[in-house]
């Protein structure tokens, strides 16, 4: 009887052996893959189920343990027209002499949506082609909005910025750049996108991100004088005098411009 598991035609016996299982996808872009701390980012941990810290547990609740992260980077393929998008905004880096993977941090798809984490050295060059391309076209920007992450060490505040095209049947998409406390910079759109100078401005007041570029960075929600962020979760909630008591709102002709 002959050996059924012996190598036909002379070839190599290695050349029937199964191939290996292929481990999990690794997230990456334009070829190199997403550093492993961006992956997945840890915002917190959670421990119990009510938060209750002032007696014992009764309940066994307090044996659990959960991590609060943000949402994955996303491994291709990424779903309908994402693929095509991201492809066109990496085609328009290259030419221009950008490394794509020094621009764009991780692709994040989650609800049906699409984000893209922006190196903010690069915010400009992503934005550019983002309104000009004309596979891409969006021509739109919805605003910015500031997010606080006291315990994402080095990355604690996000500047989302959120932009739709119309040309492409209302397709929307998420730059979202991040920045330390201690350097908080984040550079200015406005120059591309005049319609987010007032949304800049609202998120330097509440949240302390700094756009560099602005035409005019001032407060627009608070007194000129007001001390702080009051919209960042490390700001006091409660116990602080009323800062509003005695205030006065100076005739129409001394207010200062916002032009």
Known sequence: MSDTTAPKDGAPAEELQAPAPAGPAVPEIAGTPVRPELRVEVISHHSGQFGAADAGDTTGYGL??????????????????????VDALVEDLRASGVDPAAAIEKVVVEHGELTLFIAREHLLDVVAPLRDDQDLRFELCLGVSGVHY?????????????????????RMIRLEVACPESDPHVPSIVS?????????REAWDLMGIVFD???????????????GHPQRKDYPLGGIPVEYKGATTPPADTRRSYR
């Open 192 to 200: 591309l996108y005049p319609g987010d100078d007032w949304h800049e």
């Open 150 to 170: 006291p315990q994402l060490a080095g990355r604690e505040l996000h500047a989302c910025f959120q932009f739709m095209s119309l040309t492409h049947g209302a």
């Open 213 to 227: 570029g602005h035409p005019h960075l001032t407060r627009s929600a608070m007194p000129d004088d007001w001390v």
């Open 64 to 85: 659990t343990r959960s991590a609060v992260t943000l949402a994955p980077a996303a491994t291709r393929p990424y779903g309908g027209w994402f693929d095509d998008a």
